[in-house]
């Protein structure tokens, strides 16, 4: 069935809103087949006064993890990882139950502690303590280690970024080849994806890009720009950076099977409700979300210092939609920002 067109006024209201709790700036880019859609409010740099626009860089944290997955089950594909394999096959030191597989690292049951818990405590001593650090992932894995885990492997869904950068681990420990390479090769090439990068430890955007801005836990204090970081805390959980159309293009790709053969779409597809109304869902590596009209969209959200995002395509991958604020540490923006999902695949404001 066909979906209504997409609320463009709706669209536009919702960014006004996420201005209106200080987002200096959004942008929503709709792709449907050769039609695209286009609205983009307020300013992607606030020194400079530039005006935002939907062709802008931005650094998409946690829609990382999506491109991380792809990668994994390209390896499953080609035999060269097991999903059901104890984790500690594929790693060069070993976590520490042997019960953790890679689905569960995939899926967010390992129990694994999420080590940002406490590097962002305090939100921006945190931030600024490692915006120029350069961790490996061992280092990472480590202090997530030296807590005790959430729940027992599989028990439980309990999102933890150790999770992807474990994942990170093991696809360079297997193959002996930087994830940034796996990226470009699988992903970034075959898509064309010319505004995707992966340029850990750089800290630099290049290109057109939008600036972002981390909002301080005394709300009255001014944003602090956190555009320069090495995202070195996340790496292959969060450090891609692409735009709008690009994250579209990754979407659509990934859900019409021309990223992966059908059993491993099959797995990365199958869901598991995490939030009590069912709405919210979790597969591999990949979000869903049931909308008021009760269609289902599928993709990743992100939040890294100054950047909310939300990258979503329908089951068929016909209709995908990347949104931006380039604002955090705002949680009624983040929400807000979510509102263009309902206006973009339902038609409609958001009930
Ligand atoms: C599950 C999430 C929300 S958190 C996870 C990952 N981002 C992070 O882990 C960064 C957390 C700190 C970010 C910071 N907040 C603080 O420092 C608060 N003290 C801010 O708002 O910029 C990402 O991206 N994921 C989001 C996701 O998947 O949507």
């Given at each position: 069935?066909?979906?209504p067109a997409?609320?463009?006024?709706?669209?536009?209201?919702?960014?006004r809103?996420?201005?209106?709790?200080?987002?200096p700036?959004?942008?929503t880019?709709?792709?449907e087949?050769?039609?695209?859609?286009h609205v983009?409010?307020?300013?992607a740099d606030t020194?400079?006064h530039?005006?935002?626009?939907?062709?802008?860089?931005?650094?998409?944290g946690?829609?990382s993890k999506?491109?991380t997955?792809?990668?994994?089950?390209?390896?499953?594909?080609?035999?060269?990882?097991?999903l059901d394999?104890?984790?500690n096959?594929y790693l060069p030191?070993?976590?520490?139950?042997?019960?953790?597989?890679?689905r569960?690292?995939?899926?967010?049951?390992?129990?694994?502690?999420?080590?940002t818990n406490?590097?962002?405590?305090?939100?921006?001593?945190?931030f600024?303590?490692?915006?120029?650090k350069?961790?490996?992932?061992q280092e990472l894995?480590d202090?997530s280690t030296?807590?005790?885990l959430n729940?027992?492997p599989g028990?439980?869904?309990?999102y933890?970024?150790?999770?992807?950068?474990?994942?990170?681990?093991i696809?360079?420990?297997v193959?002996?080849?930087?994830?940034a390479?796996?990226?470009?090769?699988?992903?970034?090439?075959?898509l064309?994806?010319?505004?995707?990068?992966y340029v850990?430890?750089?800290?630099?955007?290049?290109g057109t890009y939008?600036?972002?801005y981390?909002?301080?836990d005394d709300?009255?204090?001014?944003?602090?720009?956190?555009?320069e970081q090495t995202?070195?805390w996340a790496?292959?959980a969060g450090?891609?950076i692409?735009?709008?159309?690009?994250?579209n293009?990754?979407?659509?790709a990934l859900?019409?099977g021309r990223?992966l053969?059908?059993?491993?779409l099959?797995e990365m597809?199958?869901?598991v409700p995490?939030?009590a109304d069912?709405?919210?869902s979790?597969?591999?590596?990949?979000?869903?979300?049931?909308?008021?009209?009760?269609t289902?969209?599928y993709?990743?959200?992100?939040?890294?210092?100054g950047?909310?995002?939300?990258?979503?395509?329908t089951?068929?991958?016909?209709?995908?939609m990347?949104?931006?604020?380039?604002?955090?540490n705002n949680?009624?923006?983040?929400?807000?920002?979510?509102?263009?999902?309902?206006?973009s695949f339902?038609?409609?404001?958001p009930?």
């Amino acid at each position: 069935p066909s979906l209504p067109a997409p609320d463009v006024a709706a669209v536009a209201a919702v960014h006004r809103t996420a201005l209106s709790h200080g987002a200096p700036g959004a942008l929503t880019r709709i792709d449907e087949g050769p039609r695209s859609y286009h609205v983009a409010t307020g300013e992607a740099d606030t020194a400079a006064h530039t005006p935002m626009d939907t062709g802008r860089r931005f650094r998409v944290g946690s829609v990382s993890k999506t491109f991380t997955t792809v990668v994994l089950l390209q390896l499953v594909a080609e035999g060269k990882v097991d999903l059901d394999a104890p984790a500690n096959r594929y790693l060069p030191e070993p976590l520490p139950d042997e019960r953790i597989t890679v689905r569960h690292l995939l899926s967010h049951r390992s129990g694994l502690y999420d080590y940002t818990n406490d590097m962002f405590h305090n939100t921006v001593p945190g931030f600024e303590a490692v915006r120029n650090k350069v961790f490996s992932y061992q280092e990472l894995i480590d202090l997530s280690t030296a807590k005790p885990l959430n729940n027992a492997p599989g028990a439980a869904y309990s999102y933890s970024n150790t999770n992807f950068v474990a994942l990170g681990a093991i696809i360079e420990h297997v193959t002996g080849t930087p994830v940034a390479t796996h990226y470009r090769q699988r992903i970034f090439t075959p898509l064309r994806l010319r505004n995707t990068s992966y340029v850990h430890p750089r800290t630099t955007i290049s290109g057109t890009y939008a600036r972002g801005y981390l909002r301080q836990d005394d709300t009255t204090l001014p944003l602090v720009d956190s555009t320069e970081q090495t995202v070195s805390w996340a790496q292959s959980a969060g450090a891609v950076i692409s735009n709008a159309r690009d994250l579209n293009r990754f979407f659509s790709a990934l859900l019409s099977g021309r990223l992966l053969p059908e059993e491993q779409l099959r797995e990365m597809t199958t869901m598991v409700p995490v939030t009590a109304d069912g709405k919210q869902s979790y597969g591999l590596g990949l979000r869903g979300r049931t909308l008021s009209c009760g269609t289902t969209v599928y993709g990743h959200t992100g939040t890294v210092q100054g950047y909310y995002t939300y990258a979503f395509t329908t089951s068929d991958g016909r209709r995908s939609m990347a949104s931006l604020a380039n604002t955090s540490n705002n949680g009624t923006v983040n929400t807000t920002l979510g509102a263009t999902l309902d206006a973009s695949f339902c038609g409609t404001d958001p009930a």
